[in-house]
């Protein structure tokens, strides 16, 4: 099976996924206990702001990993499709 990601990018994926899941288990009581909504709508955004961190570090590992491969295998047209798929993703 071919590894997309090395050791240390994976790890610090996990650490950020994890770090994430531990704010969305805290959003969850802030609604529970009925918190001020201000403070719910400051920790969502913080949770926005850690997911938009975990998919830039997906696509600096997509990049310099997977694109690159295409570059050098000769899939020129490949990598650029995705270069600009991930793109158009990324303005949404």
């Known amino acids: 099976m ?8 994976k790890g610090r994926v996990m650490r950020r996924l994890k770090l ?7 959003l969850q009581k802030l609604v529970e206990n ?4 201000i403070d719910v709508i400051t920790q969502t955004s913080a949770v926005k702001q850690g997911l938009s ?6 696509l600096e590992n997509h990049l310099s990993g997977c694109i690159l491969d295409q570059v050098r ?6 990598a650029k499709a995705e270069i600009l798929k991930v793109y ?3 303005r949404k």
Not at 2 to 9: L, W
Not at 20 to 26: I, S, T, V
Not at 53 to 58: H, K, Q
């Open 2 to 9: 071919k590894k997309y990601m090395n050791d240390t990018n």
């Open 20 to 26: 994430l899941e531990g704010q969305m288990r805290g």
């Open 34 to 37: 009925d918190t001020y909504c």
């Open 53 to 58: 961190n975990v998919e830039d570090l997906l």
């Open 73 to 78: 295998s000769g899939k020129v047209e490949t």
């Open 88 to 90: 158009k993703l990324k």
